[in-house]
């Protein structure tokens, strides 16, 4: 399936965002280890959260969570200190996905966990029991999921977990969020030193919880007004003192004319009419935006050089690869350097004739791409459907500002 996206001339619009994927899967594996009789509101409709519910309230022997990268490292650890013995897979591309990293670190702690069919990668058998936990050390460049997966098991054991990271912590902020989350559910979890983590063998508690809007979602009506010649965008449940390190979306959008002004009800996404020349940054610690800042930059004529990409090429797909690819054929010729630095600095190519832009089953090249069509009269998106992964009715909300969403044999 394929659709053909086509802009308004100007933008007026109120949104109300999905709420955190983030924030959402942490919440549902912090409420199952406290044994919560509350159930946090406002949870995600995204794939990703749904398979997470089915996950932990399924008594099946087999967890299937699909493209659900968050939930096969969430549930992982999960799993290995819940009683009794689980299969969990996923997609073709799930299976391809590494998980050693994650899957020694437990061992480590002493979970039981063994490979189901290829060394390093899912599916994974796991018999869940309790766990002495202890000192355990891991790169910090290593995902964050991974980290923040064994701190949201550490309260329940036995000893704790001291964590010491090595090299440079990549996503800090994602880290911040779940002791964040954990600490709200009564753990003490704290920073002891820039690179270690210590928390408490002290239960969790269960307490109603509300899942907030998400910022990464937000990115995307950041990129629409930053293209579209006139914007005022209104973006419901959005607030400045957020635990989502996504949010510095607002700050970052500033260089590209948008400013942001907090209301009762969200934010407001003004253009300013002023704009850098070229724009260089570090993302290790909003990887999720990446894609959003590339695609914007290009198509606004900014040259650029992002860093701290590393994450990107073990996501749904190699998101630099795609990337690559996929701005090639809308004629922007982008460099990777480095191992995983992206620069653009100016240079075209011919346009593809009828160009159609791959998804490689991955959310945010979707919407990262969509609002290119401001900018190239209208764009043609293969396998739309993979918003579902965490922003289940994008298409209806751009529907709804102005945009025209034809399907396309």
Known sequence: MQI???????????????????????????????????????????DDTKVMVKALT???????????????????A????????????GTQRMQQRPIEILVNALKMLGAKIEYAQNNGFPPLRISGKPLEGGNISLKGSVSSQYISALLMIAPV??????????????????????????????????????DRIEVLPQPYKSVPFTVESDWSAASYWYQIAALVPEAKVELLGLFPDSYQGDSKVAELFVSLGIETIFTSRGALLMKTGTCCERMDYNFINEPDLAQTFVVTCAVMGI???FTGLQSLKIKE?????????????????????????????????????????????????????????????????????????????????????????????
């Open 4 to 46: 053909k996206v086509s802009a308004p001339a100007s933008i007026n619009a109120n949104i109300q965002l999905p709420a955190s994927k983030s924030i959402s899967n942490r919440a549902l594996i912090i409420n199952a280890l406290a044994k919560g009789s509350f159930i946090p509101s406002n949870l995600s409709d995204c």
């Open 58 to 76: 399924s008594q099946d022997e087999t967890i299937d969570i699909m493209a659900a990268g968050t939930a096969m490292r969430f549930l992982t």
């Open 78 to 89: 999960f799993l290995s200190v819940t009683e009794g013995t689980r299969i969990i897979t």
């Open 157 to 194: 054991l036995k000893n704790g977990l001291q964590m010491t990271l090595t090299g440079e912590i990549i996503s800090k902020p994602y880290i911040n969020l779940t002791l964040q989350l954990m600490k709200d559910f009564g753990a003490q979890a704290e920073w002891t030193a820039n």
């Open 303 to 305: 040259p650029f050089r």
């Open 317 to 409: 797909t190699d998101r630099i690869a795609a990337l690559i690819a996929e701005l090639g054929k809308l004629g922007y010729v982008l460099r990777e350097s480095e191992n995983a630095v992206l620069s653009w600095e100016g240079e075209r190519q011919p346009i593809s004739a009828d160009p159609a832009i791959k998804t490689y089953e991955d959310h945010r090249m979707a919407m990262a791409f969509a609002p290119a069509c401001l900018r190239i009269s209208s764009i043609t998106i293969c396998n739309p459907q993979v918003v579902s992964k965490s922003y289940p009715h994008y298409w209806l909300d751009l529907a709804k500002a102005g945009f025209s969403i034809q399907k396309e044999d």
